[in-house]
């Protein structure tokens, strides 16, 4: 018998690695009022209307979402935009549900920061730009470095009178009425906008092709900004709050 027959076998525990769910892109001051934001890229989605899309969210950095429309402290993540809900506005996400819970995934150190220079790994995917959040609130070099790995993507803003040329191939502009669609394509962008069931629909618009077809984003890749040369998108107010449209 040796000195090794009587001592305690040692386990090897293995490390398990985490799973990459998503990252920070960016956390610093909005674009459109300074406050401190957070963009992060999550990697896959459940969301049937979307499909299987990357989703970009644009969140205050200090206080969970619902916490901050409520405050009305998220101009920095959806600037002047009429369907906020903290403005009694009819927009559609459930701040309660996927913004909420990144939100604290983002607060727990779950998702890894992503530099520019990497954005490689992120090669072909379909991204949606702001699955909550005006894109640009964060930087336009995110952006254009986003634009140009992805395979398709989808894009709104509201900040359209102020958006430079990238920010106009990347992203629609996302209009109100009738008269800021024709002041928004008369500059160039391509444009979507919300309406209400009986709305004239313009001869350069057309009825998102979810609702009439059912094709999904991933799939449709329309919604894309001015890079793709196709008619502008009009759909129906939706959500749980369109009442208030």
Known sequence: ?????????????KKVKK????????????????????GILTLKTANIKTGQMAQLWI????????????????SGVCGGCKLRQSLGGACYVN???????????F???????????????????????????????????ILASLKAVAKNNTSYTHQWKKGDDVLK???MASVDNIAEQKEAVKNGWRTFRVAT????????????????????????GLCSGASLNAKNIVIPVHGTLKKRF
Not at 1 to 13: F, G, I, Q, S
Request: aromatic share 6%; with cysteine.
């Open 59 to 74: 969140l205050n950095a200090d206080m969970n979402p619902v916490l901050a429309s409520k405050a009305g402290l998220d």
């Open 197 to 220: 069931e009986d709305s004239e629909i313009m001869s350069n618009e057309i009825v998102c092709p979810n609702v009439t077809k059912g094709i999904n984003c991933a799939d449709c």
């Open 95 to 105: 701040l309660g549900q996927a913004p909420n819970a990144v939100f604290k995934t």
């Open 1 to 13: 018998m040796t000195l090794a027959d009587v001592l305690p076998v040692k386990k090897v525990t």
């Open 19 to 38: 799973k990459v769910t998503g990252y920070v892109l960016f956390e610093g001051q909005s674009n459109i009022d300074g406050s401190n934001i957070v």
């Open 169 to 171: 191939s990347v992203s």
């Open 107 to 141: 607060k727990k150190g779950n998702y890894p920061t992503l530099a520019l220079n990497d954005y490689s790994i992120l090669n072909g995917l379909k991204i949606r730009f702001g699955a909550y959040g005006d894109p640009f609130a964060l930087p336009i070099d």
